[in-house]
């Protein structure tokens, strides 16, 4: 009678390699899962603030500035916000405490409140979405880098606090943050002085700058010819008047 042959030494370590091999694959699962059931989908980045309250879960929510820090500009709060509720809600407004400004919400079409339906989700910011902007966000410029209070009231939930990143409109964040960038001055060249019709300046045959024009060649009456009986001055007698001086002589 033969006894039953033990598992050798290769076989016992294919079967441990398999087990932890089963055991890694269940782990990255789990830490796939607790970054949440949207995360792939919706991009959501893992520094940006994430909060829930009651029915409301915002993700993703970040204050995106201008490119520079100190420039005139619109600042935007851009965020993905879920509701968990079977009815609707309205998003009321978004205020940043110690921010000067009133921050206007637009719906992604039309006019009218920013509505989040039930059971579903809308993305605050970018093209094509609704919007949260805040016309002069140079101030917050100052705080790119750190972080900022925002307070997003709901219809139903009511305030939703959170704390969101401030980043300026570049690389990641350039297509969610505003849209009307500033753009450098346009600088126009001095108008020349325009200059009266006539010869240029310097040319020959000019009137000279006193005003008084010099007379013409032949010009009869020209102070500086000898008279010919019709200027003023004394010059060569008439035939008349040789006869009658002739006359007056033989008396």
Known sequence: MSLPQTPSGGARLRRGALAVTAVAFSVLALGACSAGENAQTLGVRPDNAEVSVDAIKIQNAVVITQPQSDTDGPATF????????????????????GVNGTV?????????????????????????????????????????GGVQDVVVRFSETGDVKLQAFVHPAAGYYQGFGPSVLPKPPVQTPPAEPSKSPGAPEGEH???PSDGTSEPAEGEAGASDEPGNGESGDPGTPSDASSAS??????H
């Open 78 to 97: 851009s965020a993905t916000i879920f509701n968990e509720d079977s009815e609707p809600q309205t998003i009321d407004a978004v205020t940043l405490p």
């Open 104 to 144: 206007k919400l637009s719906p992604a079409q039309g006019t009218g409140p920013v509505t989040v339906p039930a059971l579903g989700s809308i993305i605050v910011g970018g093209k094509g979405n609704a919007s949260a902007v805040l016309e002069n966000g140079r101030e917050l410029t100052k705080n790119i």
């Open 205 to 207: 045959g000019s009137e």
């Open 245 to 250: 001086n002739e006359g007056d002589a033989e």
